[in-house]
């Protein structure tokens, strides 16, 4: 089968590799859509920043090349013998974090924070295939009106659900969001249906900004264009914010989502940096909050129906569908050219989509 494995920083490469035997616990999917994510775009300039190259990761045992994506959905096509609760034909949701099940984080319901954390498709096999093995506990069935489209996006959104659910935001008051990508946009759902009063979003695109509007926001500012702090304490009769979230990952952005909070106020980090300076000075004075927020947990069935019954409509960020053969130039590189593309999916096989399509699906054009 085809898959797109990860060598090193800018080499991607497609290949023909062999199906591999469900070990137990395990199941088959064939993949209808993987998203690439920002995680990806950061292993692919950059990498390794998260790959394991020589010590093999604990829980998937393996080190690169590895076949990269995260973001991904499908159907079941073969399940291990003490695997229940799965089926053949199944359309499933990917939550692509590997927990032991064992360590104190996993048995008090943090297995986001285990402490062999990973996920599949940067420290073992993804979904960037037209297959893709994963541990059953992965998997969730998908409600029948939601689209395949949609699950590809459960989740980014399932990161923007959890980072809102881990601040200190509350209905009725006011946010900053710093960058409109993916998961920036998706904060913006997030924050709208969790009722914040006035969502304030920050980027540069103009294209973004407008999206972020009809995403929910009611303020946007462009960073290019002024000084956002001080915009920010104009729109709020000087007070500023209680909550931000930085979701680009630069210095610049972390200061500015400091800067832009009321005393008292959290910034929470979403954006990978390798490291910033910040101003302690005031941040003890007026008192401030970092708090960051990684992955997700118990999110995904609650989720997913906040997607089927349309109430959160994240498949909206996707822009572009691209093919396996396509990926790295209209994917990766699209998404590197910063230029219209915001959530690109790739689609292994076309007909695995239209074979297990839903009729009532929330289907989106590119």
């Given amino acids: 089968m085809k898959a797109l494995k990860w060598h090193g920083a800018r080499d991607l490469r497609l290949e023909i590799i062999e199906r591999r035997p469900l070990k137990a616990a395990e199941i088959r999917i064939e993949v209808a859509y993987c998203g690439i994510c920002g995680s990806d775009m950061h292993e692919y300039l950059h990498g390794p920043d998260s790959i394991p190259v020589e010590v093999p990761h604990p829980l998937s045992n393996s080190v690169a090349p590895i076949v990269i994506g995260?973001?991904?959905?499908?159907?079941?096509?073969?399940?291990?013998?003490?695997?229940?609760?799965?089926?053949?034909?199944?359309?499933?949701?990917?939550?692509?974090?590997?927990?032991?099940?064992?360590?104190?984080?996993?048995?008090?319901?943090?297995?986001?924070?285990?402490?062999?954390?990973?996920?599949?498709?940067?420290?073992?096999?993804?979904?960037?295939?037209?297959?893709?093995?994963?541990?059953?506990?992965?998997?969730?069935?998908?409600?029948?009106?939601?689209?395949?489209?949609?699950?590809?996006?459960?989740?980014?959104?399932?990161?923007a659900l959890h980072a809102v659910r881990q601040s200190a935001l509350r209905p009725g008051e006011a946010c900053v969001i710093f960058g409109m990508g993916a998961i920036g946009l998706l904060?913006?759902?997030?924050?709208?249906?969790?009722?914040?009063?006035?969502?304030?979003?920050?980027?540069?695109?103009?294209?973004?900004?407008?999206?972020?509007?009809?995403?929910?926001?009611?303020?946007?500012?462009?960073?290019?264009?002024?000084?956002?702090?001080?915009?920010?304490?104009?729109?709020?009769?000087?007070?500023?914010?209680?909550?931000?979230?930085?979701?680009?990952?630069?210095?610049?952005?972390?200061?500015?989502a400091l800067g832009v909070l009321s005393k008292g106020g959290e910034a929470v980090l979403l954006g990978l940096m390798p490291e910033a300076s910040i101003d302690t000075f005031d941040l003890v004075n007026r008192e401030l909050r970092i708090t960051s927020s990684v992955g997700y947990r118990g999110l995904y069935p609650e989720l997913l129906a906040l997607m089927a019954s349309g109430a959160v409509d994240a498949g909206r960020i996707v822009t572009h569908t691209v093919s396996l053969d396509a990926a790295i130039q209209d994917g990766f590189e699209r998404l590197a050219s910063a230029g219209d593309a915001i959530k690109v999916l790739v689609q292994p096989q076309p007909d695995a989509v239209a074979r297990f399509a839903r009729p009532h699906a929330f289907a989106h054009s590119s």
């Fill in 187 to 256: 904060l913006v759902m997030m924050a709208k249906h969790h009722e914040a009063g006035r969502i304030i979003a920050v980027d540069v695109d103009a294209r973004r900004l407008r999206l972020a509007r009809e995403l929910g926001a009611c303020d946007t500012l462009d960073a290019s264009q002024g000084d956002v702090v001080q915009q920010v304490r104009e729109l709020t009769g000087g007070q500023g914010v209680p909550v931000s979230f930085e979701a680009v990952g630069r210095p610049e952005t972390l200061r500015g």
């Fill in 70 to 159: 995260h973001e991904f959905c499908g159907t079941v096509v073969e399940v291990a013998a003490d695997v229940t609760g799965l089926h053949i034909g199944d359309r499933v949701a990917v939550e692509p974090e590997y927990r032991c099940g064992q360590c104190s984080y996993c048995c008090g319901g943090r297995y986001n924070l285990c402490e062999s954390m990973g996920f599949v498709g940067l420290m073992g096999d993804g979904g960037m295939a037209e297959e893709a093995v994963i541990p059953a506990y992965m998997a969730y069935v998908l409600p029948p009106s939601l689209s395949f489209r949609q699950a590809a996006v459960a989740e980014p959104a399932a990161v």
